[in-house]
């Protein structure tokens, strides 16, 4: 099995940045894709970007230019780098990881951006 879990939320102002982290441990070596998602109050989890084990990136047209995604296999890492961040971004931020046993979900954790 697989165990994530992210830190690095807290609050932070509009324009602020803030580096989000997804530690795995377990059996990783079967994981394949991993990917961040979020979710405001009344609304939809939502995917904020996904990484392939090679490091293929896709992102959310939302935070285009904005977020950077990454991933340390060695470490079982997974980093969110989140730049020119909006009110719009406050959510609980999530870890995913894809595993040949199934999907894999973390605890999450806290944006806040103020105005």
């Known amino acids: 099995q697989v165990q994530l879990v992210e830190s690095g939320g807290g609050l932070v102002q509009a324009g602020g940045s803030l580096r989000l982290s997804c530690a795995a441990s377990g059996r990783t070596f079967v994981i394949n894709d991993m990917g961040w998602y979020r979710q405001a109050p009344g609304k939809q989890r939502e995917l904020v970007a996904v990484?392939?084990?090679?490091?293929?990136?896709n992102y959310a047209d939302s935070v285009q230019g904005r977020f950077t995604i990454s991933r340390d296999n060695v470490k079982n890492t997974m980093y969110l780098q989140m730049n020119s961040l909006k009110p719009e971004d406050t959510a609980v931020y999530y870890c995913r990881a894809d595993h040949v046993l199934g999907e894999y979900w973390g605890q999450g954790t806290q944006v806040a951006v103020s105005s």
């Open positions: 990484i392939s084990r090679r490091g293929r990136a």
